[in-house]
């Protein structure tokens, strides 16, 4: 499996709010891998995902790997790079001064820093997984399929779908109210 043409996908009425993505996240950054002893470990992980609330629907959140990266640009040490064309935006944590400017220009508010405050922390897409033909940890661990990691013309052809679902419902109860 390739990360160049994927994204992570969400469907919004799927998600139940688990946060099974938040913890497989962490689990899948800890020194360990291991739920227990990742508990333990000092500093403890950190998800790179984050499940939002808003007006009753739980929105998980992470760095969309932005085509014209807002973050890459602005680095001043360029510790926020890709490794090639269409592949994720990560964190070269030597580099990292801490300088906070990634965060101030991220339109989706995903990037944090590390426990400690100096170093840039966000989502890489599990990349190592993904190079031994594994979804992120997030989207694996997600019990009803709300997260997927589909190419951009699997997304393209899910909205064609969803958008052709709703307007046949709309001309139902056009129908019907008639």
Same mark, same amino acid.
Do not use: N
């Given at each position: 499996?390739?990360a ?13 709010a /688990?946060? *099974? ?12 891998? @291991?739920? #227990? ?5 000092e ?12 007006? *009753? ?5 992470? /760095? ?17 790079? %890709? ?6 935006? !990560?964190?070269?944590?030597? %580099? /990292?001064?801490? +300088? ?7 339109? #989706?508010?995903?990037?944090?820093? %590390? ?5 840039? !922390?966000?989502?890489?897409? +599990? ?5 031994? @033909? ?45």
């Amino acid at each position: 499996m390739k990360a160049k043409g994927r994204s992570i996908y969400v469907e919004l009425e799927r998600c139940m709010a /688990c946060r *099974g993505c938040e913890i497989a996240c962490a689990l899948e950054h800890s020194e360990s891998k @291991d739920l #227990f002893a990742a508990v333990r470990e000092e500093p403890q992980p950190v998800s790179r995902v984050s499940l939002e609330c808003v007006d *009753g629907t739980a929105i998980p959140l992470q /760095c969309r790997h932005c085509e014209d990266a807002p973050c890459v640009t602005v680095c001043p040490t360029q510790a926020l790079h %890709r490794i090639g064309e269409g592949q994720p935006v !990560l964190i070269d944590d030597e %580099r /990292c001064i801490g +300088c906070k400017m990634c965060i101030m220009v991220c339109p #989706f508010g995903v990037i944090t820093l %590390r426990e400690g405050g100096k170093v840039a !922390l966000k989502c890489d897409l +599990c990349l190592h997984r993904i190079e031994a @033909d594994e979804m992120p940890a997030c989207v694996a661990a997600c019990p009803t399929g709300a997260l997927q990691f589909p190419t951009i013309e699997e997304i393209t052809r899910l909205k064609r779908e969803a958008a052709a679902r709703s307007m046949k419902e709309a001309a139902t109860a056009s129908k019907e109210q008639r």
